[in-house]
């Protein structure tokens, strides 16, 4: 019906509201691949192709990247489900991250689903990530469709990247059955798929009938006893709190007694008030989810009731659990706490850390990869995660909420193991034309850096693979675009853990820090502008303590920005006119938490982003100063 409505004339691709339907007739994928190979561009493609919109609908691009963030960055950051139909086949769609970061995301979510599009750039071949997230779909024993996808690039090397993915296969010792896979080769932006690079380009059916042809239907392990795993979370402001994963055997349905376990432990009885499933990009009412489909309900929220990520739906008089998911541990962390600077409370609608601790605590529950730790301070948690990227994300959506805190620098987490003290190591590749493959592996070489492999692809260009300790990265990401003149490619992957190398150099220059409130003046920024870098532009708000530059060098200097010229008869204002000062350099929120250093914060809200001293008063910072000095010297 509802293809008719919307003009659809093709047999083979349809899109409507069917009742569930057998096994045979269902495909569950994930788009998977490195951070910007093409993944959502992709989905758009194969959403355009299902016959889904009007021919003349006017359709956002990357339309499964909906968070204003995911926009901006042009970075998928949460996993999202879409489906179309082909033929008489349903193909639910996952669509995942690609930045390492937000690994979580991409475990989580393969255990939704039964095979994998492995996405790859046809120039530059796989990536970190894409080790990752493959290593991953293997593990789970996913059977896996390669894309090698921009095969329009005029750099392309297709032949080439199929051997570099089989290679990788072979790396991961991926199973015989399933290292034997079939290749598409596409360019998603134009929707053209085909079998071989020499093959006339064709649309994306191509791709449809092997995915339907070669992924398996779900696998379920039996139609007796209910098991829905939840995968996700999301809110419906007419229904609540909706659980979003796969009915792994058993169907569930509209207004059925179930339970709610966490492994073996029964947490709570509800009543299932909606059952949803995935048509396209929206969900639709029905009043069974059966085996192998992937939907949402509601009816989870509410007291003892709530429902987490992991946690399994199940029969209320034969309760069985499934395993709980599992993702990779973090290896960073960073306290958060309200602000405590003069100017707190002014710019946001939240600013208490009972507000912090409960939006915390909030995305925690929907975020698998986040982890949250007292810090003796009751004002203050630790937050864990995966990355610093994952961390800015947390930190940019939170104060976009209207939210306002002060932030720690990142630490790497260690652990210790038979005495010794460990750390987390990662794989850095890094992609630089070669005038500046020198001055990369000396910068990389005084943070620990060991140079593991070098491919020259020609074009100019070096690929270089680094392993180094994780605290090496924090605050290199500025530098080495510097160093590279901003034509650098930088990628990462965790790699092990290992024994600890000991200290790294951080930061060389000491910060300009304001003695006082006031306004910054033109000309005290003027007679300062030689001492380092400004932050902050004239008459910007300023208060003791608060870091309005970087000193030219070691060491921190406390600076007077409000002075004012002194007026005589023969000195007037408007002579400032004729001073000229040198472009400040605003610091965006990524940059920093890369700047600062352990005795400082950055306190964001939601109209500002300000770097300060942990300890505001000048006189105080000295006496601690000299303490330590005494502790060095074992006074």
């Not at 982890?371 to 301070?377: A, F, I, S, V």
């Not at 942990?614 to 105080?620: I, V, W, Y």
Request: contains cysteine; hydrophobic residues 40%; charged residues 25%.
């Amino acid at each position: 019906m509802l293809a008719g409505l919307f003009g659809f004339d093709s047999p083979n691709l349809s899109i409507g509201i069917h009742n569930p339907m057998p096994h045979t007739s269902l495909r569950n994928i994930a788009i998977i691949a490195h951070v910007d190979h093409g993944k959502t561009t992709l989905v758009d493609a194969m959403l355009h192709q299902s016959g889904l919109f009007r021919e003349n609908q006017h359709v956002a691009e990357r339309m499964m990247d909906n968070m204003e963030l995911e926009r901006e960055k042009g970075i998928t950051i949460m996993a999202k489900n879409a489906s179309i139909r082909y033929g008489a086949t349903k193909i639910n769609i996952v669509d995942t991250p690609g930045h390492a970061d937000f690994g979580g995301e991409v475990e989580r979510v393969l255990s939704m689903v039964d095979g994998v599009l492995l996405l790859v750039d046809a120039a530059e071949g796989p990536l970190p990530q894409t080790r990752f997230v493959l290593g991953k779909a293997l593990e789970l024993g996913l059977r896996p469709l390669v894309v090698i996808n921009k095969i329009d690039r005029d750099d392309a090397r297709p032949q080439e990247v199929v051997n570099e993915v089989f290679d990788l296969f072979i790396d991961l010792d991926a199973p015989e059955e399933l290292a034997e896979f079939p290749v598409v080769y596409s360019d998603a932006r134009r929707g053209i798929a085909k079998r071989s690079p020499s093959d006339p380009d064709g649309d994306l059916r191509v791709l449809f009938d092997l995915l339907v042809e070669y992924i398996p239907p779900p696998r379920t392990v039996g139609r007796d006893k209910l098991q829905f795993m939840v995968h996700n979370l999301d809110y419906d402001e007419y229904v609540g709190r909706l659980a979003i994963g796969r009915v792994v055997s058993g169907s569930l349905h509209a207004g059925d007694e179930v339970a709610i376990v966490r492994g073996e432990q029964l947490k709570a009885q509800v009543e299932i008030t909606q059952a949803y499933l995935f048509e396209g990009l929206t969900r639709v009412s029905v009043d069974e989810i059966p085996a192998g489909e992937i939907g949402a309900i509601a009816g989870v929220a509410g007291g003892e009731a709530e429902i987490n990520i992991g946690d399994t739906v199940t029969d209320l008089d034969n309760p069985a659990g499934l395993p709980p998911l599992h993702v990779d541990e973090p290896t960073i962390a960073m306290v958060f706490g309200p602000s405590t600077s003069p100017f707190a409370g002014k710019e946001a609608t939240y600013s208490t850390s009972r507000h912090l601790r409960e939006r915390l605590e909030r995305e925690a529950l929907g975020n698998v990869s986040i982890q949250l730790e007292d810090t003796g301070q009751p004002d203050r948690l630790r937050v864990l995660g995966r990355g610093e990227l994952q961390m800015a994300i947390l930190i940019e959506t939170m104060r976009r909420e209207g939210y306002e805190m002060e932030v720690s620098r990142p630490e790497v987490l260690t652990r210790r193991d038979n005495g010794n003290l460990l750390e987390p190591y990662e794989l850095v590749y890094v992609d630089v034309p070669d005038a500046y493959v020198g001055s990369v592996t000396e910068f990389l070489g005084t943070r620990k850096g060991a140079l593991r492999n070098l491919v020259n692809h020609g074009a100019g260009r070096v690929r270089m693979e680094f392993e180094i300790p994780s605290r090496g990265l924090i605050g290199f990401r500025s530098g080495f675009l510097t160093e590279t003149r901003g034509t650098g490619i930088l990628n990462t992957l965790f790699s092990r853990w290992g024994e600890c190398q000991g200290p790294i150099p951080q930061r060389p220059t000491g910060a300009l820090v304001a003695d006082r409130q006031g306004v910054s003046t033109t000309y005290s920024l003027f007679h300062l502008q030689q001492r380092g870098t400004m932050f902050i532009r004239e008459n910007e708000r300023v208060y003791e303590g608060m870091v309005i530059g970087e000193n030219s060098r070691e060491g921190d200097m406390n600076v007077n920005v409000v002075k004012e010229k002194k007026l005589t008869n023969m000195r007037a204002s408007s002579a400032d006119e004729a001073l000229r000062l040198i472009p400040f350099r605003p610091m965006s929120l990524e940059q920093s938490l890369e700047f600062i250093n352990d005795d400082e914060f950055v306190e964001v809200t939601p109209k500002s982003i300000r770097l300060r001293k942990r300890t505001l008063s000048a006189s105080d910072r000295g006496r601690v100063l000299g303490r330590a000095k005494k502790e060095r010297n074992g006074e």
